[in-house]
């Protein structure tokens, strides 16, 4: 029987089952309780303890067939990886990725546009999206979301409802323009909220927002996103053009993933490969 470590819980972010070969997140001095399966008579092995150790939760019993691990990281951003063992022989191995925390701050435009529409989104629901999206990269990614400031009436003169494409550059030089007037920090996003979006709109394609990328810089830093029906989806809207302002591509391979292109489902996995896109890459380190 394969021997494999995952989840305790049904909450399954932050780790991907790769057979006996799994992988997991953790951020800087955080733990999560896992459980190894078909792990008898075995024991754990960290390849570098201070960057992420391994134990068996008190109480456990050796002759288990489901055992509580518990994965503790420590204060290095780095990699490491958890063996099992059955003597010298290794029967599993769980790699580890650790993150130290970060804080993104967002500012928040609500827009009129050149035909005069407001959104009824409002810095209370700010407040709250913020909330929702710290908590999906919560065991993720180790970001935290805040908002910044809240601006209200922005006027824009531009009609976002207006279907058909559109000449991106001179949309985002406008919407910069106004950004730089209202909060010129470098180090901030900025989320322009709009009654309808309908710029790029086909037939098979409902646009609900759009990051604009600097082609100076490569930064996306700029978010269009459109009023809809319901606030899960619009928190799942918002998530996602976060996540490529922040640099991660589209993740098609999965269809519960939160960058899947479609994400129809309101998919909110952010599988490894998208997580090193936002945050970079770790390397592995033993002593």
């Known amino acids: 029987m394969l021997t494999t470590i995952r989840p305790a819980n049904d909450w399954e972010g932050g ?117 929702k999206i710290t908590h999906l990269h919560r065991y993720q990614t180790n970001l935290s979301f805040s908002t910044h400031l809240v601006f209200d009436d922005v006027p824009i003169d531009f009609d976002f409802s207006k279907p058909g494409p559109t000449n991106d550059q001179k949309l985002y030089e406008m919407l910069k323009a106004k950004q730089r007037e209202l909060d010129p920090s470098p180090h901030h996003y900025h989320v322009f909220w709009v009654k309808d979006l309908s710029i790029d709109d086909t037939v098979t394609s409902d646009t609900q927002g759009e990051t604009f990328v600097d082609p100076d810089t490569n930064r996306g830093d700029v978010i269009v996103l459109e009023d809809t029906v319901y606030w899960s989806g619009e928190i799942v809207n918002l998530a996602h053009e976060l996540c490529h302002a922040l640099g991660a591509n589209h993740d098609d391979a999965h269809d519960d993933a939160l960058m899947n292109s479609a994400n129809n489902n309101g998919g909110r996995k952010i599988y490894k490969n998208t997580l090193e896109q936002m945050r970079g890459t770790v390397h592995e380190l033993t002593y």
Not at 87 to 112: A, I
């Open 15 to 131: 780790f991907e089952e790769q057979g006996w070969q799994s992988w997991m997140f953790l951020g800087t001095e955080d733990q999560r309780r896992m459980v190894l399966f078909n792990g008898q008579g075995m024991h754990l092995h960290s390849l570098a303890p201070d960057i992420a150790s391994a134990r068996f939760a008190p109480g456990d019993q050796q002759h288990w067939s489901e055992r509580q691990v518990i994965i503790e990281a420590g204060l290095i951003t780095a990699g490491t990886v958890i063996e099992v063992r059955q003597g010298s022989r290794v029967k599993g191995r769980l790699h580890v990725g650790v993150y130290r925390p970060r804080q993104v701050k967002v500012n928040f435009y609500l827009v009129k546009d050149k035909p005069g529409q407001l959104p009824r989104f409002n810095g209370a629901m700010a407040q709250y999206f913020m909330k």
